[in-house]
């Protein structure tokens, strides 16, 4: 069974926390993105990367950095959290080639106090 | 650039209930198309896509064919049950931007 997995389920940090957001793909894909999903806005892409060490900017990049050091694992930093960050984080991966499936984890409810 | 634009929620039928989901999108060339659904404390998962203009995408029950003449991937489905109560995106990918474009989501409930 393929899988995406995300290191939490939930996290409460406070503002001006370090925070990673971890996420782990069994499916060897070469793509993976990090999406926040708040409500009435659907989903809004973070990050995604295309391979190892590469990273392109998504639509709503600022405030967060990513890091690919290894093909199956693609983090989510948040430097500095702030409470305007406190939302849904999901993570999908798919493999390369235009319009493929793309495979979600089970997300990360981030609350920035 | 790419947009979604997807019927406001929240949405509640009786079950057996037919059900539409409105959905259009304005995008550069010719993209694919695709419905996402989430169960609750879930990730998304693919409900169903179509990739070119008239093809019908189905799985589940659901339905949804492209139309490029109103720019439309309507979902429906004739019967629906409790297990179908779920948040429904509505999604396009096009070459030129090179990303999944998402709806803001409808929230169906299903009664029995």
């Known amino acids: 069974d393929v899988k995406v997995t995300q290191s939490s389920r939930y996290l409460v940090k406070r503002t001006g926390e370090k925070v990673f957001l971890e996420c782990v793909q069994d499916?060897?894909?070469?793509?993976m993105f990090w999406y926040r999903q708040d409500p009435g806005l659907g989903l809004r892409l973070i990050y995604f990367?295309?391979?190892?060490?590469?990273?392109e900017k998504g639509d709503i990049p600022e405030g967060y950095s990513v890091s690919r050091e290894k093909k199956e694992r693609f983090s989510l930093i948040l430097e500095s959290a702030s409470t305007n960050q406190t939302s849904m984080y999901l993570c999908?991966?798919?493999?390369?080639?235009?319009?493929?499936?793309?495979?979600f984890g089970p997300g990360t409810r981030l609350t920035v106090l | 650039g790419d947009s979604v634009t997807q019927m406001e929620g929240p949405v509640t039928l009786s079950e057996e209930a037919f059900l539409t989901i409105n959905c259009t999108y304005t995008?550069?060339?010719?993209?694919?198309l695709f419905w996402y659904v989430q169960y609750p404390g879930e990730g998304l998962q693919l409900l169903l896509k179509?990739?070119?203009?008239?093809d019908k995408g189905s799985n589940k029950g659901f339905e949804a064919t492209y139309r490029k003449e109103t720019t439309s991937f309507h979902l429906e489905k004739g019967s629906v049950q409790v297990s179908d109560s779920a948040v429904y995106f509505c999604?396009?990918?096009?070459?030129?931007?090179?990303?999944?474009?998402f709806g803001s989501g409808t929230q169906l409930t299903v009664l029995p």
């Open positions: 999908a991966s798919t493999r390369s080639g235009g319009g493929n499936e793309q495979f």
């Open positions: 499916m060897d894909h070469e793509n």
């Open positions: 990367s295309y391979d190892v060490k590469m990273k």
């Open positions: 995008a550069t060339g010719y993209p694919s």
């Open positions: 179509a990739t070119k203009a008239d």
């Open positions: 999604a396009l990918y096009s070459g030129s931007a090179r990303q999944l474009t």
